[in-house]
């Protein structure tokens, strides 16, 4: 082996090494902002509770459009597994899928809360339903993010290049850790209000 294939398996076992850390200590930032969310929600809520009712259909609104989020994630799976075993055809497909349920995600969120709204359950009279929209407009920054990361990843299986196979895995990561986030705070919501 020569010293120029060492020397680049070294750098590439760093570049995961590092990208990977980095992707974690990002989680763990988002996680501790939405549990901050979660915890200011939690002691607003036994004072303002009171004045916030969401009829079970409106619920089951809202878990159905997760259900898109969630979908999405697993369409993401099978996009990778598909590019892992040299599918790069059905890996396209699977990707594209997956970004256009995000977006169908993301504007089944927006035309939720207009839902809510119309409603009454408006920020400007009560602060619960306030940070109710502040969590999710941070999620939906983070969510954007990740459709422009899913979109770039696309670009470049498409284009033939290569592509690293950390990348792929670290943008899943992060698509997967938004599902699993949105589903918690969802969850979080549907039982305590």
Sequence with gaps: MSVATITSKKLFIIDEKTSSLGLIVGFVAITMLFITFLATF?????????????????????????????????????????????????????????MALGIVFLFGQISYWQLLVKQGLSGLNNVLVGMVYLMAGAHAIHLIAGLVFLAWLWLQLNKGGELKEVRYRLIGWFWHYLSALWTVILLYLIITV
């Design 42 to 98: 939690s002691s607003m809520m036994l004072k303002e509770l009171q004045y916030i009712h969401i009829d079970l259909m409106t619920k089951m609104i809202a878990v159905g459009i997760t259900s898109v989020l969630v979908i999405s994630s697993l369409l993401f799976a099978i996009s990778h597994r598909q590019w892992l075993s040299g599918k790069k055809k059905e890996s396209s497909f699977y990707l594209a899928s997956s």
